[in-house]
C-alpha cells in the first residue's frame, strides 16, 4: 500500500494509491494534562481557543517542521491508521519545505516510521507542488513554483527533474492570519482569535483593491471595557493588514528570479510563474505578483492539494521520481 502525506502546518492531507486525496483535516490534535490525546484533526480544531484548563489544542507542526515530535508520531499514526484499512504496512512518502535540516528530514521520517510506516521517502514541497500542478518538470526547461502553505512559502526552479533555485520562508497563511488579528487588534482594540483572522482572510482578504469593497461583520472582546464587541471591516483594512507578509513573499520571488540562470528565464517568462498552495487562494496574489515581477503567474487549479497528489504520484512513479527525491539521512 502506497500513502502520500502533505505534513503541513495547517493541515495534513493524506493520498492513497488509486483513491486520491482521502483524508485533509487540520494539523490540530487536542491533548488532556496527563497527555492523552483527546481529538485529532478536524475534531481537534474546533476545541481552538475554547479548551478547559485540563485540555490544550496544538499544533505540532511550526513553520513546517516538526515543533513537538511525539505529538507529531501520534498524529501520523492516527491519519495512517485511518487512511490504510490493510494489514501491511504502507510505503509513505512525506513532503518536506526545501529549506529545512538534515536533523528536521530524519524527525519526519522517524516519526513516520515509528507512525507504522514501513518505509518512508521524503520530497521536497517544491517539486511535490510541480507534480501535483502537472508541471513537466523532467525536461530540460525551466519551471518557477510558488508553494504558499500554512507555514512556509516555497519558491523553486526546477528544471529535468530537480530544484535549480530556490527559497524557503517562514510566511504563510498563519502569517497572514496573524497580520489581520495585530491590525485589528492596534486599530480597533479588540482582541479576535485565530480562527476568525483565518476566516476574515478567507472572507474579504485580498492582495490588490477589488473593484467593489467587501464587508464583513468581526466579532472579539473589546481589550479596554473587557466586553464582547462586533465591528464592521472591509476588504481594503485586511489588504492593509496583509502588506507586510506579502511583502517578502514578493521579495522572495524577486530573490530567485535574480538568482535564475537566463537561459531558465527566457522558459519562465513564456511559461509563468505556477502557485499552488492554500496562501494561493487569497484574491488578487497572483495579479500582484505579475504586476511585480512583469512574469505572467497563474494559481494551479487544485492548489489546496497539489502537494498531496505530488507525493502520491511520486510515490506512484518511484522508479521514475527516484533521483528528485531526498537523499536517504
Do not use: W
Not at 520571488?253 to 538568482?259: G, Q, T
Request: net charge negative.
Amino acid at each position: 500500500m502506497k500513502i502520500g502525506i502533505d505534513l503541513g502546518t495547517a493541515n495534513i492531507l493524506v493520498y492513497v494509491k488509486g483513491k486520491g486525496i482521502v483524508i485533509q483535516e487540520p494539523s490540530v490534535v487536542a491533548v488532556s494534562d496527563d497527555n492523552q490525546i483527546v481529538a485529532v484533526g478536524d475534531e481537534a480544531r474546533e476545541m481552538i481557543g475554547r479548551t478547559p484548563g485540563q485540555i490544550s489544542a496544538i499544533r505540532p507542526m511550526k513553520d513546517g517542521v516538526i515543533a513537538d515530535y511525539v505529538i507529531t508520531e501520534a498524529m501520523l499514526r492516527y491519519f495512517i491508521k485511518k487512511a490504510g484499512r490493510s494489514f501491511t504496512k504502507p510505503d509513505v512518502m512525506i513532503s518536506v519545505p526545501s529549506g529545512v535540516t538534515s536533523v528536521e528530514k530524519r524527525a519526519v521520517r522517524d516519526a513516520a516510521l515509528k507512525a507504522g510506516a514501513r518505509e518512508a521517502y521524503l520530497i521536497e514541497e517544491p517539486l511535490a507542488a510541480a507534480i501535483g500542478a502537472n508541471v513537466p518538470i523532467s525536461g530540460p526547461s525551466g519551471n518557477l513554483i510558488i508553494d504558499i502553505g500554512g507555514g512556509t512559502s516555497e519558491i523553486a526552479v526546477i528544471s529535468l527533474g530537480s530544484i535549480v533555485v530556490s527559497r524557503s520562508l517562514r510566511v504563510g497563511g498563519n502569517r497572514f492570519d496573524e497580520a489581520i488579528a495585530s491590525y485589528i487588534r492596534k486599530k480597533y482594540n479588540l482582541m479576535v482569535g485565530e480562527r476568525t483572522a483565518e476566516e476574515i482572510k478567507i472572507e474579504i482578504g485580498t492582495a490588490l483593491p477589488l473593484d467593489r469593497e467587501l464587508h464583513m461583520e468581526v466579532r472579539g472582546r473589546d481589550l479596554i471595557a473587557g466586553l464582547p464587541r462586533t465591528i464592521p471591516l472591509t476588504s481594503s483594512e485586511v489588504m492593509e493588514a496583509l502588506e507586510q507578509p506579502l511583502q517578502q513573499i514578493v521579495a522572495s520571488v524577486r530573490a530567485v528570479l535574480e538568482e535564475t540562470p537566463p537561459e531558465l528565464s527566457s522558459d519562465i517568462i513564456d511559461k509563468g510563474m505556477v502557485m499552488s498552495g492554500g496562501g494561493a487562494l487569497l484574491r488578487n496574489i497572483d495579479k500582484l505578483l505579475t504586476q511585480v515581477t512583469g512574469v505572467p503567474c497563474h494559481v494551479a487549479e487544485n492548489a489546496l492539494n497539489c502537494v498531496a497528489l505530488g507525493t502520491g504520484l511520486a510515490l506512484e512513479h518511484f522508479d521514475f521520481f527516484k533521483k528528485s527525491l531526498v537523499q536517504r539521512i
